[in-house]
């Protein structure tokens, strides 16, 4: 019987669902990552920056890796398929597959480089999303999901988190100031 209730977190509503329900979750953890680190000394802009980037990393990126971990109808019965030839499969995807591909990793494009000076650079990001999709693909495959392992899952995800480290690289990750260093930043 418990079980039937919580089948909903097991379909790509229930995970939406979840996920604008955890939005003030997530506002509360940015408050309150940014509060401590103010508290330890940190200038107020940058742990702010920090916090937001924290979280909106792992806001932004684990529903929807959620939903492609989330199993077809015929997942355990029938054997894992494979796709290895770049662009074969996306003449077949509908718009939302293409879109949601996009945004898989679109959250750690967007926010990492302006959190970790490592990742500011594009080809960081596309290796980093890149590895990140084919670890994914690898686990549904393994994993016997009844979905397709595609490289061009892999390509879409990386793209998308391209395109938004694209679209945040004028906050890119800068160093930040030391205390007394007497220059005054502006984020």
Known sequence: MIEAGWHWLGTFTGVALLTVAALPVAALAVCALAARRTGTGTAPAWAWRRSLTEVGIVYGTVPWVWMTM???????????????VPLLDLPTMSTAQVVGNLLVFAALGLFGPVRFAALASSPRILVLAASCSVVVETAQYVLALDRVSSVDDVLLNAAGAGLAALASRRWWRQPEPSAGSGYLVIS
Request: hydrophobic fraction near 35%; avoid cysteine; glycine fraction near 20%.
């Open 70 to 84: 989330l199993p077809g109808r015929r997942a355990g019965e029938v054997p894992g398929r494979v796709s290895l």
